[in-house]
């Protein structure tokens, strides 16, 4: 036998987000931000799963713990109350799914660097388009990397900057100003919390307060639950946030026209987070009314695909009329890791991970609901194990436009070969699937699941950016 490392089928077949970004800014002893940025990392681990790290600040400096894999495999006890010594009074943590560079712990965040006014510490959500130059620039000028990822460029710049600026927040905006992407940043030092949001706003990033006053910044707001905090608002496109002692200082450093990620109320973001305004459980049962609207089938049954399909699967049994139920039995606890016990029996891993519900499918007309299709293998394998299970008919729907371009924002997609959407037609499509019908949200529907807000990026459906993916050195 033989332990083999393998992403399932059904986890290469989504959109990843890069990561997940926290801090916290204490005013008080009796807050420990090390255990608070744990719980914090718990509730955005969905955002990224190969690595996770937290530094914590005080008068004497900065210390930092990162290791591969998810938060409980990083962090026990000891970790924890090793981190807690001196009673740091702000800590910065961070949850990675790699799209740029290595993916060995080296590229674990936070990074910390040394600048002649002191240590720093940084963690980003997203993707820089110019990375490469700025690295390549920063080298000449005596910059040294240990990794290939654009963050440890970043936390460099920034300590660089430092060097010529009074204060932090001028190297940070100066930072700004160079780097050119799509990001979301926290930043601390001995003394201060920051956060940042990029020009365009498409990473998502938040500041909540706990019931003493302290602040926190987390990618989104899910995370204040668990760790007994309130939400105040988001940080805005191209704010910069200060936080030290009992004051948060805002600077507006750029005004782009607003382009936040609309793929984070298809997918990403947790159905009980909300991001700019919008609730992303709200939009996902709005977005199955509309997939309805739009196509408007008779069947027995409406399921979702497990499980993030679940949602707009409910929305679409609410506009209908059809009963919604449960068709699909995703296994929670197969690891990534796991033994196979011959190449013959590979083919059986689906099996292992997903099961029909026999009890509720067979001989009936299914209408299954996803929320987005990319390669369209896990698709496939739905649509054939409800089949296997007596299905009589299956018409697949996807809550989102069809995904025809690859986004190099922050977000880790197959390249335009491997996207279905971008290949195929809507026939080609339905037979590959093997399912009865096949249809998609429209792009005018997924807007006005996000109240008709014209302020998103939808270059995955459209293949129009905010941002140019030439890189460019200035």
């Known amino acids: 036998m033989s332990l083999i490392q393998s992403k399932s089928i059904f986890d290469n077949d989504k959109f990843h987000d890069e990561c997940g970004i926290f801090g916290i800014y204490s005013l008080s002893d009796k807050n420990n931000v090390a255990l608070l940025t744990y719980y914090g990392l718990f509730a955005l681990q969905h955002r990224g799963q190969e690595s996770s790290g937290i530094a914590v600040s005080n008068k004497l400096g900065i210390g930092c713990k990162k290791g591969l894999g998810c938060v409980g495999d990083v962090f026990n006890k000891d970790a924890l109350n090793e981190l807690s010594l001196n009673n740091p009074n702000i800590a910065i943590g961070h949850v990675r ?128 639950s668990s760790t007994g905090a309130k939400f105040l608002r988001d940080v805005n496109k191209g704010e910069l946030v200060s936080i030290q002692n009992k004051e948060i200082k805002s600077t507006i450093y750029a005004n782009e026209p607003k382009h936040s990620c609309i793929f984070e109320y298809v997918y990403f973001a947790r159905p009980d987070s909300t991001i700019d305004g919008i609730n992303c459980y709200l939009s996902r049962i709005k977005q199955g009314k509309l997939l309805y609207l739009e196509h408007p089938l008779k069947a027995d049954m409406i399921i979702g695909a497990p499980e993030s399909g679940n949602y707009a699967a409910m929305g679409y049994a609410q506009a209908s009329g059809i009963p919604y139920g449960i068709g699909l039995i995703k296994n929670r606890y197969i690891a990534r890791t796991f033994i196979k016990p011959t190449q013959e029996l590979r083919e059986r891993d689906v099996f292992i991970k997903l099961n029909p519900l026999e009890i509720n499918v067979k001989g009936k007309d299914i209408v299954l609901v996803d929320d987005s299709i990319v390669r369209g293998t896990s698709s496939l394998h739905f649509v054939q194990a409800l089949k296997r299970a007596g299905a009589k008919k299956i018409f697949m729907l996807s809550a989102a436009p069809m995904v025809k371009f690859p986004c190099f924002l922050g977000i880790d997609t197959p390249d335009t070969k491997d996207l279905m959407a971008a290949n195929y037609t809507i026939e080609q499509m339905k037979e590959k699937i093997k399912c009865d019908y096949l249809g998609f949200l429209s792009i005018k529907g997924l807007y006005e699941s996000c109240l008709n807000k014209n302020e998103y990026c939808d270059g995955c459906f459209t293949g129009k950016y905010p941002v140019n993916k030439e890189e460019k050195g200035e």
């Open 97 to 224: 799914y790699s799209t740029a560079g290595s993916a060995g712990v080296e590229s674990a965040q936070p990074f910390v660097v040394n600048s002649k006014k002191g240590q720093l510490a940084s963690a980003h959500n997203g993707n820089l388009v110019n990375a490469n130059f700025l690295r390549f620039k920063y080298e000449k000028l005596g910059c040294k990397f240990v990794s290939t990822v654009d963050s440890e460029v970043i936390a460099n710049i920034i300590a660089y900057n430092w060097n010529n600026c009074e204060t932090i927040e001028e190297a940070v905006v100066k930072t700004a100003k160079e780097i050119k992407g799509a990001y979301a940043l926290v930043v601390s030092t001995k003394d201060k919390l920051i956060g940042l949001r990029d020009p365009h706003g498409i990473r998502p990033l938040c500041i909540g307060q706990l019931p003493d006053g302290s602040t926190i910044l987390s990618s989104e707001s899910c995370a204040f």
